[in-house]
């Protein structure tokens, strides 16, 4: 018999990331079987719980909001769908409305595709995939509810025009499907024939596409009967007419005089509103950003930038688990108060044995700098990340990926459980499709103190993301240095004018996902003299881009390499919220190598290595990084892995355009078979891929010198700031994590090699 693992039954998240002092955040829980709970600020220092670890550190800020607060259950309006508010001029007695489909769930149970229908189903219409999979009108009148369907079902994945159509005058339904491709065997064409007696009456309803409206509660659009899949250029007509006559119109310029609206989606592509190019522009609105910039009915491969060619990228593929706002009412609000020194806090809720903390960073005074180093935690990172189901999404492969059992924790089982908590983006929607957005708008379970990954480490024992750059903060505080904390989403939106004010930068442990203005900004920080300490791995490797209207939401394309948990459909590799073409930076002329000195090399999630000194780090130029080391082997220690190199490493490489002047000044040994290259290092199939047998599978600790006096140190290693605390900082990582930042914050201006 199992015991059973206690749910998280308090959960939370904050409408902001990062404040400054005199800025307001607010917070909303929702509780479950909790009457009430208390709430504290509090600033993170350490959640290290490693057996040889720090343990768990924090300190309880003085403040307004301390105190005790009703418990509620707040609900996710989860999946994604078009809402166009009501108007007199979208209510027909007679109406046709058809679209071209690609659906990915046909056999999912009812879906809505276009509907005018109130919550209870008993007045209006809607077009949907019925309960068969097949294509079905359902008419709601005065006198009576009938559902038409063409009885055939939908074919998975493959684009159809579809639509019907209600005469009011004689009651007659008529409902049709024609597939733009078909097989012997397999032919998906269907029409279907009825009647329904009455009028239909949809006054005052919005119409939802993708989706039946819902209730509205507030800032929360609720939907009904979500459907899974690509919808494109839906239209309303306000006459009866057959398959024939709407296709034919379908494919004609706008011009028929019963057109009440027609939606192209290839409009606005950046944004969430879904423009009517009808006579009446019956404009809408997106809820929970479903993906845009997707290939239509009609592309044939020959452009692959949707900005190209619109007209063959007017679809938008819809998710009935897309998640951007939970939307939530606010339980209390923090104030920062003038004073308040940067750092890493977090909203403590406690119910009982059940907690939440909700990270959130204060930032130094808006303009200003409280400190001459600056910690960039990796937002973006945690962002791309944020409530990751690989775990239990593919429980045997990430097990045999990295060589141990997983460790499934009950924040595991409950994201299982919650799929209306939404996806990292590493996981597949439900509908099998890579999930392209994320949002911090809802709880993120795994950016939390103490957590670890279910599959980095045996058992799920390594600290991964916002936990394992904690110690950073934890080694900070113990030797005194002073040090102001801001995030990606405020470097993305302040760019070089944010780090012109620090004289030194430090990474956290891994700092894998950059849009263009923070990449920018970081590159041309270091070229005004600016100092860099990566310490991390696998760094600046993925391009995002963060929504133009939307605060915390963002978008990856996987494209054509790197190492992919899903890869993006063909034609589909350029972001819809910016226009960029997705992917790797290295791909776009971009390399870490040339910013930092290093660039990945491989990936293992077993156990982590130490690093063997070079002769480069007896070079003059590094004497400072050495300052009072005199150990051969850096960093055999940690809690991660037992060892300071690892779980993602990187290497220098001149071919890849690390500087000519890097100092290569400690390079990895230990790495095990389970360590291999990304595919971008793989040019063909072959064995001898692993650690053990190709030497170009280790991390590698580098130093080298900028223009106007800058310089970038680097580690090659998501697991080196897990060993800066070990026997309490009395160690050789710690040691040249140390020298390096005296040495960085000294204004004296580094030589020319």
Request: proline share 6%; hydrophobic share 40%; glycine share 12%.
């Amino acid at each position: 018999m199992t015991a059973e693992l206690p749910r998280k039954r308090i959960i939370g998240y904050a409408d902001k990331l990062s404040l400054a002092p005199g800025e307001t955040i607010a917070f909303k829980a929702s509780c479950e079987d909790i009457a009430e709970y208390r709430a504290d600020i509090v600033r993170l220092i350490c959640a290290d719980l490693h057996p040889k670890g720090r343990g768990w550190i924090e300190k309880e800020i003085a403040s307004p909001v301390s105190g005790s607060y009703p418990g509620r259950e707040q609900a996710i309006p989860a999946g994604s769908w078009g809402r166009v508010p009501s108007a007199p001029g979208l209510c027909s007695e007679s109406l046709t409305v058809a679209l071209h489909l690609w659906p990915t769930t046909p056999m999912k149970g009812e879906q809505a595709l276009l509907a005018r229908m109130d919550v209870s189903g008993k007045r209006g219409w809607m077009l949907m995939i019925d309960a068969t999979g097949a294509l079905a009108l359902r008419i709601a009148t005065d006198k009576g509810i009938a559902t038409v369907s063409t009885g055939v079902a939908l074919q998975e994945r493959v684009w159809s025009f579809v639509g019907a159509s209600f005469d009011g005058a004689s009651g007659a339904i008529r409902v049709w499907q024609r597939p733009q491709k078909t097989w012997p065997g397999h032919d998906a064409t269907g029409d279907g024939a009825g009647e329904v007696a009455g009028a239909i009456d949809a006054s005052g309803l919005p119409l939802g596409i993708a989706a039946r409206p819902g209730r509205e509660e507030g800032p929360r659009r609720f939907c009904l009967d979500p459907c899974n899949g690509k919808l494109e250029a839906p239209r309303l007509y306000g006459r009866a007419m057959d398959a024939g006559e709407a296709m034919a119109l379908q494919a004609a310029p706008l011009g028929e005089r019963a057109l009440i609206a027609a939606w192209d989606f290839a409009r606005d592509t950046m944004g969430e509103t879904i423009r009517d190019i009808g006579p009446s522009a019956h404009d809408g609105e997106l809820v929970n950003v479903p993906t845009r910039a997707m290939t239509g009915h009609n592309w044939n491969g020959e452009v692959l930038d949707w900005k190209a060619a619109p007209a063959q990228y007017g679809a938008i593929h819809f998710h009935d688990d897309d998640i951007a706002d939970c939307g939530w009412e606010t339980d209390f609000s923090f104030t920062v108060p003038q004073g308040l020194k940067s750092g890493i806090y977090a909203a403590r809720l406690v119910a009982g044995e059940q907690n939440d903390h909700i990270p959130f960073v204060v930032r130094a005074p808006r303009g200003s700098a409280s400190a001459d180093a600056l910690f960039l935690m990796p937002s973006a990172s945690y962002l791309a990340y944020a409530n990751e189901h690989a775990a239990v999404e593919s429980a045997g492969a990430m097990d045999a990926f990295s060589g141990h059992l997983s460790g499934l924790s009950a924040q595991d089982l409950l994201l299982d459980e919650r799929p209306d908590l939404g996806y990292s983006l590493y996981c597949h929607h439900g509908d099998g499709s890579g999930v392209a957005v994320s949002s911090r708008l809802r709880p993120v379970l795994n950016m939390r103190p103490g957590v670890t990954n279910a599959w980095v480490g045996p058992g799920g024992t390594f600290p991964w993301q916002f936990n394992a750059d904690l110690p950073l903060m934890d080694f900070l505080e113990h030797h005194g240095f002073a040090c102001d904390v801001a995030t990606d989403e405020d470097l993305h939106e302040e760019g070089l004018d944010l780090l012109s004010r620090y004289r030194v930068v430090m990474t956290g442990s891994h700092p894998e996902y950059y849009s263009k203005p923070m990449l920018d900004a970081l590159d041309g920080w270091l070229q005004r003299g600016g100092r860099l300490m990566y310490l991390g791995g696998n760094g600046f490797y993925w391009r995002v881009a963060f929504h133009p209207e939307i605060a915390g939401v963002m978008e990856l394309r996987r494209g054509e390499d790197g190492i992919r948990d899903w890869v993006a459909q063909g034609g589909e590799y350029y972001q819809a919220f910016d226009g960029a073409y997705g992917g790797m930076w290295e791909r776009q002329g971009r390399p870490i190598h040339a910013l930092a000195g290093v660039g990945m090399a491989g990936q293992g999630f077993d156990i982590s290595g130490y690093y063997r000194r070079t002769d480069d780090s007896r070079n003059p130029r590094a004497a400072f990084v050495f300052a009072g080391i005199e150990d051969e082997i850096i960093g055999d220690f940690g809690v991660v892995g037992g060892g300071a190199a690892g779980i993602e490493v990187d290497r220098c490489d001149f071919s890849k355009g690390s500087p000519p002047n890097t100092l290569v000044l400690a390079s990895s040994e230990g790495l095990s078979d389970i360590y291999y290259p990304g595919p971008e290092e793989i040019d063909n199939a072959r064995p001898f891929l692993d650690a053990v047998q190709n030497p170009q599978v280790r991390a590698e600790l580098t130093f080298h010198e900028t223009a106007n006096g800058g310089a970038v140190f680097s580690t090659g290693s998501i697991a080196w700031i897990g060993s800066l605390s070990w026997n309490g900082f009395d160690n050789n990582v710690a040691g040249v994590t140390a020298n390096v930042l005296r040495r960085f914050l000294d204004p004296e201006p580094f030589p020319e090699p």
